[in-house]
């Protein structure tokens, strides 16, 4: 039976969540997954746990980098110290979350709302820059996969300039640079 503090936090999670007009699921009675709609990143799901004296949020952001793996876990880094409420963090084979906990006593409706607003930039924001960092490579091998198959790469198109060349943005054709 979850505690009076515990009660509270999960019925100002669902406030938050429903003034929102956010969709989410309760696998567990003291849990919920929220799906954050984003531009760059399509969406985010969101894990939301009400523990025992804290309320612990968690969202996976990407993958373990494919290459410059330093300089990718550096720059997130550097983004904790301008984040509020959430940083990000990696496990142990490197997969990066953006993760945070907040005491029971402080979970509103409104600081909710405040978080969840803060991992959805946080994570559509940096999601194609890591990218960028972390998989330049593979990227640059999809495009010429796709375009090669005569396949549009429009959700590619924030990273033409990894290409080097001037590219056609409807079919990724190669174009004459202007002279």
Not at 11 to 37: H, N, S
């Given at each position: 039976?979850?505690?009076?503090?515990?009660?509270?936090a999960?019925?100002?999670?669902?406030?938050?969540?429903?003034?929102?007009?956010l969709?989410?699921?309760?696998?567990?009675?003291?849990?919920?997954?929220?799906?954050?709609?984003?531009?760059?990143?399509?969406?985010?799901?969101?894990?939301?746990?009400v523990?025992?004296?804290?309320?612990?949020?968690?969202?996976?952001?990407?993958?373990?980098?494919?290459?410059?793996?330093?300089?990718?876990?550096?720059?997130?880094?550097?983004?904790?110290?301008d984040?509020?409420?959430?940083?990000?963090?990696?496990?142990?084979?490197?997969?990066?979350?953006?993760?945070?906990?907040?005491?029971?006593?402080?979970?509103?409706?409104?600081?909710?709302?405040?978080?969840?607003?803060?991992?959805?930039?946080?994570?559509?924001?940096?999601?194609?820059?890591?990218?960028?960092?972390?998989?330049?490579?593979?990227?640059?091998?999809?495009?010429?996969?796709?375009?090669?198959?005569?396949?549009?790469?429009?959700?590619?198109?924030?990273?033409?300039?990894?290409?080097?060349?001037?590219?056609?943005?409807?079919?990724?054709?190669?174009?004459?640079?202007?002279?």
């Amino acid at each position: 039976m979850p505690s009076q503090e515990q009660s509270q936090a999960i019925e100002a999670i669902r406030t938050a969540l429903r003034e929102a007009g956010l969709e989410f699921e309760r696998p567990d009675p003291d849990a919920f997954v929220v799906t954050l709609p984003g531009e760059r990143k399509l969406k985010t799901l969101v894990w939301l746990g009400v523990g025992e004296h804290s309320l612990l949020v968690k969202t996976f952001f990407c993958r373990r980098p494919d290459e410059n793996e330093a300089e990718f876990y550096r720059w997130l880094m550097r983004k904790n110290s301008d984040m509020y409420g959430v940083a990000f963090a990696a496990d142990e084979v490197g997969d990066v979350y953006i993760t945070g906990r907040l005491p029971l006593g402080g979970v509103t409706p409104r600081e909710v709302d405040r978080l969840l607003g803060c991992v959805l930039t946080y994570s559509d924001d940096n999601f194609n820059p890591a990218l960028e960092r972390g998989f330049a490579s593979a990227i640059r091998k999809e495009w010429e996969w796709r375009t090669r198959r005569g396949e549009n790469p429009r959700n590619l198109r924030a990273f033409r300039h990894l290409l080097g060349e001037p590219v056609s943005e409807r079919t990724g054709d190669q174009t004459p640079a202007l002279e």
